[in-house]
């Protein structure tokens, strides 16, 4: 019954600025935390950051000062506001959960392209 669904990707420029969104379904939002985690082409996925039931916050040391986590539980959805994009944060990005049974839990993810 799970499902995350993230939207907000696309092309843009270094320096520029993407807003990443993830809707959450199946699951009582408020109580889960919730994490964007990120795939560029043939490297293994890694935490950009997360966000707890109650608001604690962290990232990834590559985008700490850059990106910001954040959730609105009345919309069961998650962002990730991406400012000062580098190249090197090119990726495919993934919200992702994990269950009472502690089963994983992925979207399909949405690509995020930093190019000039």
């Known amino acids: 019954q799970v499902q995350l669904v993230e939207s907000g990707g696309g092309l843009v420029q270094p320096g520029g600025s993407l807003r990443l969104s993830c809707a959450a379904s199946?699951?009582?939002?408020?109580?889960?935390?919730m994490y964007w985690y990120r795939q560029a082409p043939g490297k293994q996925r890694e935490l950009v950051a997360f966000?707890?039931?109650?608001?604690?916050?962290n990232y990834a040391d590559s985008v700490k000062s850059r990106f910001t986590i954040s959730r609105d539980n009345a919309k069961n959805t998650i962002y990730l506001q991406m400012n000062s994009l580098r190249p090197e944060d090119t990726a495919v990005y993934y919200c992702?959960?994990?269950?009472?049974?502690?089963?994983?839990?992925w979207g399909k993810g949405t690509l995020v392209t930093v190019s000039s």
């Open positions: 966000i707890t039931s109650g608001g604690g916050t």
């Open positions: 992702n959960l994990r269950n009472s049974m502690r089963m994983d839990y």
């Open positions: 199946g699951v009582i939002f408020s109580i889960t935390t």
